[in-house]
């Protein structure tokens, strides 16, 4: 049984993008970063080998996504809106309420609506409404939005300080931009385990991790929360032809040549992946950038993924450093032209 887990954040989160600068933030913490802060804590209380708890099979996480006023909210199958989009084009200029470059902007779907699109139904344009997709860009302002309530952006000064002297560095200004989020919301995710006794050791790294905080800014008390953990109830067709991810994914070698990508029923997005290290025992290395499939991308077929080795062990680095690329995804239904 799929178990899903309830972040309640009890302080600001900065979830920073790769650039120059603070100011950018994401808003969801993508699987492979959920999966390394909760590697990092894993060790920290358990007497495990470091390459067998990363290249093992026991435990596999989704990313984390927006629960709004207790709802949850997951990404748009790539496709899942083209006619939506269709039946906009065709009307006339001022009788729809959205635009086609506003559905573009939707990322995000309620349960229930993800539920029926995994079915195989196909969305229409009266089901787009503020309560079913985040973010809602309205056209007109008339009605209100419960889906604005999901969190708040605030940028706050900062400098940086010499950590010689204890003054500040000439030119070190700069902004930094928190995110709030508000009751009732923050985010989830799912993971899977091959038995209770890994679930136990991953509640304990993962209360760990709350404690600690998720994200950057960790040292002023950035990302603490508690969390909440329930059987995930979401139900899958038996006449699925198709997967949709809920993580980032790597493919294998293998997969590849299986089709993974090539096949007609594929659609996906990439992105990529990169960054330096943050373990207790490995910090602050560059590693090996990854490209790697989003949230969202629609598979012929349910992938296993990999785990690939961005930084190898060396005379000061004590071991393997790794980036979680296992696929964790759900059937789908895909909708067949009459």
């Not at 900065?14 to 993508?30: K, N």
């Not at 093992?56 to 709004?68: C, E, H």
């Not at 007609?264 to 499939?293: E, N, Q």
């Amino acid at each position: 049984m799929n178990q899903v887990y309830h972040l309640n954040f009890t302080t600001p989160v900065h979830f920073g993008l790769e650039g120059i600068g603070q100011e950018q933030i994401d808003h969801i913490v993508h699987s492979d970063t959920l999966w390394g802060a909760i590697i990092d804590k894993w060790l920290l209380l358990h007497a495990d080998d470091p390459e067998e708890v990363c290249t093992s099979t026991s435990f596999n996480v989704s990313s984390t996504f927006p629960l709004i006023n207790g709802t949850r909210f997951y990404p748009v199958p790539l496709g899942a809106l083209n006619k939506v989009m269709d039946d906009v084009a065709l009307l006339d200029a001022g009788i729809s309420p959205l635009e086609l470059k506003d559905i573009k902007k939707i990322r995000y779907i309620e349960e229930n609506l993800f539920k029926r699109i995994l079915a195989g139904e196909e969305p229409i344009l009266a089901d787009l409404t503020s309560g079913s997709v985040y973010p809602f860009p309205f056209s007109t302002k008339k009605e209100q939005n419960p889906t604005r309530c999901f969190a708040l952006e605030i940028q706050r000064p900062r400098v940086m300080v010499d950590q010689l002297n204890g003054g500040v560095q000439a030119g070190a200004f700069f902004y930094s931009t928190d995110q709030y989020f508000n009751q009732n919301s923050g985010l989830f995710f799912v993971a899977s385990f091959t038995s209770r006794a890994v679930r136990d050791k991953f509640e304990a790294a993962l209360r760990l991790l709350g404690d600690d905080g998720l994200g950057a800014d960790r040292s002023v008390g950035r990302g603490t929360f508690t969390f909440t953990v329930s059987n995930w109830p979401l139900t899958t067709a038996d006449n699925a032809d198709a997967h949709v991810l809920l993580s980032l994914y790597f493919p294998t070698a293998e997969e590849v040549k299986d089709g993974v990508l090539s096949s007609p029923i594929s659609a996906y997005k990439l992105t990529r992946r990169s960054g330096h290290t943050g373990g207790h025992r490995v910090s602050r290395f560059r590693r090996a950038d990854c490209w790697m499939l989003t949230e969202g991308s629609v598979l012929p077929f349910a992938p296993a993924g990999h785990v690939p080795c961005v930084l190898p062990q060396s005379g000061i680095i004590p071991h393997n450093v790794y980036r979680y690329g296992r696929a964790f995804c759900v059937p789908f239904v895909r909708r067949r032209k009459q």
